[in-house]
């Protein structure tokens, strides 16, 4: 009605994009400090590990690069042997320290990122199963949810680990170790998506909306898929974003306790476990670093998540 | 005229958003005498519940009263903060909501809660709170009022609970009622229940009541006056029978002929063009005047006269004249 | 031979609570009759209007005639094909693209993520038919603007919202829309032109309505024929006419007199007595008897059966 003096020109539908600039949850976002400072770190954390052969001044995994007489560099201190300066050090091998960050935060991102995404699309599916076809369906689902949640989640994740490990012959284990890991922490994690689905299922699939897909013959799998699925997706994107933090803090867990990702391909926690060797022989910095790292990369992550988790609440609005 | 129990003068609020500020309730006037029932008849976003929530302190922030006087029993309260707000609530104001389970503690036996609001805002014993608790639900028409002090609001049936709360609005005196939409959940034969009750009750004891509705039915049957509100601002005020049947403002009018009555059959309803604005998109002038069949010139710059009591019954530059209204 | 027969349909919710909870504490299965031996029909192109307050089993009815919900037992006959014994699945999904449903609440009825284009043309791409340009006449049909067809719901408000519903319904070009309380959520000035607009598109494309609503005004003010329901029991049957003018059941009657008027100024007459009992436990007889001041014996122990009175089906020992 505002626009009656426009010419009567065939309007193009903003592309959804567009909306979302437009939209109060953009508004919000640029309103809270917080949100924009831990959004900015993390970008940058995830950037440098997915361009970390770009930015590494090592490649940490070429033995060929490698010098031992440049082991225990301290940070920013030319090598005694070598003359060569490290930023952030190097470990016994010789090893850059702020490359095998970089690299370490690639196995652990992706490690992460990889098991909540199996672990969120294997809680969908169940959860979007328990609550639009409810029945035994359900309380199969549910029940098996329960039990395992009186587990704690790194034990699952051990115990899957365990097994795996058990099954795989020798050869193949350390190719294989990521993908276990991945698994494993994802296993742990689906409870939480499927509880969270199915919750928000129940309430959808009464609106009115999924009644009239109904009735005019859209199979159950359409109705799921195309209609209930897109409006439990908000709650299941607060989660993921938590449970990413979490998942990574698992992977770093499980690494240090010597079950993750194997020395070859050092994860962020395999590298604390590393450096505790050598923090009382006073190489500090081997195990500092990437610990900070790890803790900057799990809180930016949890904030952000914690304030999507808010602004996506309906109820604080 | 006796002395008003409510006089609101100018009443505006104002909520600040990032595309502007929205004036839901804008430059509202009207008085509530004891024993009257005013009807507040609007359609949704007229701003009839956001005025009666400015009166009884329960603006949600970031709304706010930014201009006007509020007067309860010649005492201004549009200031009262915290406590001396919430002695008010209770002891001068009765409140009921649409959903009864909003206004009742699901945790706490109804005589409980009776008791605990009087002892609160009455300076009586707790044998004698016990006892015009039980009494208080028989004026409301519980059977069984005395068995039933004990039971929890889950065990009463929708209308019960109604009657429930009229009965703890009742039970500190307070010398006015906010009534929001207390029917609207209700089916039709509770409903006539309820709004005969509340009319009995405050015909008794002579309380002042704010009917807030959108149901023209229920205004008729119940109201003394009417006040019929329009994208935030007072169209016309007046005694309901006058209003109803004779409406001066044309979107009263418009209202009334938009309305099914068995006299009509089946003839097509009469409609008004377009739909009410939305407050940040509010009309310069008059807000009705892109929708009223009589507009001027006038109307779309200058926001019509400012009616109050004894000040003007339609805020209308050109009220509609008795022959119009068919 | 009339559009839509309905032939004593019963619809019974098992509303027990889980089988653990009721072995441990030794509960009956509790079963609640929604719906019980109601039969009527509903001739072309015309509406018929089932009014009833809360519990009374009309949207239950609505739901089983458009296929949401199976019948207990009954029957729903739409062209003479038996929807629920029909084994032609061809013949059934023929009947099925003739109905569609309008629903009360104008805010859960579209999907929030999904454009007004793709809402508007879904009950014909359901079945892979050609939609361009579909939604966008649709939309200047009811009112709205071709423009607004790719907006997304919460861009309108309710009134506009329902114009959307009733765009979506006509899309498959139904011959019966069952609509659900489709003004209960508006205002009246837009319940008017809903209103308005329904009885426009009747007339248009020769449409027939299943009018379901609480609001006895509105009902009069649509319909060609009215069911009254109490408690899932059809108790009186009428044009509108004879049932405002002369009802012939107690329970009509009551309802009649309780509903709010705009010409009652301060009308003081005594309320009804008590309230719709728990349709779990229903009164044995008619229910309506607990509340009846004709009530007897008889009306306490047997279910009055629907006989014709003067033009009107009434389900009461005593009406003449």
Sequence with gaps: MADTSLPEVPVKDPSRLQLALQSDFFYQFKRSPVAVVSFVVVSILILSAIFAPLIAPHDPFDPSSLNLMNGFSAPMTPNAFTGETFWLGTDDQGRDVFSTILYGMRISLFVGAAAVAFAMVLGITLGLLAGYVGGWTETIIMRVADVQLTFPAILVAMLIFGIAKGVTPVEYRDQMAIWVLIIAIGLSDWVQFARVVRGATLVEKNKEYVQAARLIGRTSPAIMLRHILPNVLSPVLVIATISLALAIIAEATLSFLGVGAPPTQPSLGTLIRIGQGFLFSGEWWILLFPAVTLLTLALGVNLLGDWLRDALNPRLR | ?326 | MALVSVRHLTRIFDVSKPWLNRVIERKPKALLTAVSDVSFEIEEKTVYALVGESGSGKSTIGKMLVGLLSPSTGAVEIRGVDLTRETDAQKVDDVRADIQMIFQDPFASLNPRWRVRDIIVEPVAARGGETTGMAEKLLEQVGLSARDAGKFPHEFSGGQRQRICIARALASEPKLIVCDEPTSALDVSVQAQVLNLMSDLKDEFGLTYLFISHDLTVVQHMADRIGVLYLGRLVEEADPDALFDDPKHPYTQMLLAAAPQLGAFGRDVPPPTGEIPDPINPPPGCAYNPRCPLATDLCRTTRPELRAVRGARVACHFAE
Excluded at chain 2, 246 to 255: I, K, M, V
């Design chain 2, 1 to 326: 005229m006796t002395k008003p129990i409510l006089s609101i003068r100018d009443l505006t609020v104002e909520i600040p958003t990032r595309h502007g500020i929205l004036r839901p309730v804008d430059g509202v006037s009207y008085d509530i005498t004891a024993g009257e029932i005013l009807g507040v008849v609007g359609e949704s976003g007229a701003g009839k519940s956001m005025a009666g929530n400015a009166v009884i302190g329960l603006l949600s922030p970031p709304a706010h009263i930014s201009k006007g006087e509020i007067h309860v029993n010649g005492r201004r309260v549009d200031q009262l903060q915290g406590d001396a707000m919430r002695k008010l609530r209770g002891k001068e104001i009765g409140m009921v909501f649409q959903d009864p389970l909003t206004s009742l503690n699901p945790l706490l036996r109804i005589g409980d809660q009776l008791t605990e609001t009087m002892l609160a805002h009455l300076d009586i014993s707790r044998a004698e709170a016990d006892k015009r608790a039980v009494a208080a639900l028989e004026e409301v028409g519980i059977p069984g009022a005395a068995e039933r002090v004990g039971s929890y609001p889950h065990e009463f049936s929708g209308g019960m609970r109604q009657r429930v709360v009229i009965a703890l609005a009742l039970c500190a005196e307070p010398s006015l009622i906010i009534a929001d939409e207390p029917t609207t959940a209700l089916d039709v034969s509770v409903q006539a229940q309820i709004i005969a009750l509340l009319k009995r009750l405050c015909r008794d004891r002579g309380t002042a009541v704010m009917l807030i509705t959108h149901d023209m039915g229920v205004i008729a049957e119940a109201a003394d006056r009417v006040a019929v509100m329009y994208a935030g601002k007072l169209a016309e005020l007046g005694p309901v029978r006058d209003v109803l049947t004779a409406p001066l403002h044309p979107y009263t009018d418009g209202l009334m002929g938009s309305t099914p009555l068995a006299s009509r059959g089946k003839a097509r309803l009469h409609q008004i063009p377009g739909a009410m604005p939305r407050l940040d998109a509010l009309p310069p002038g008059c807000a009705f005047s892109p929708r009223c069949p009589k507009v001027q010139a006038v109307c779309r710059q200058d926001p019509g006269p400012h009616i109050e009591d004894g000040a003007g019954r339609a805020a209308c530059f050109f009220p509609l004249s008795r022959e119009e209204v068919a």
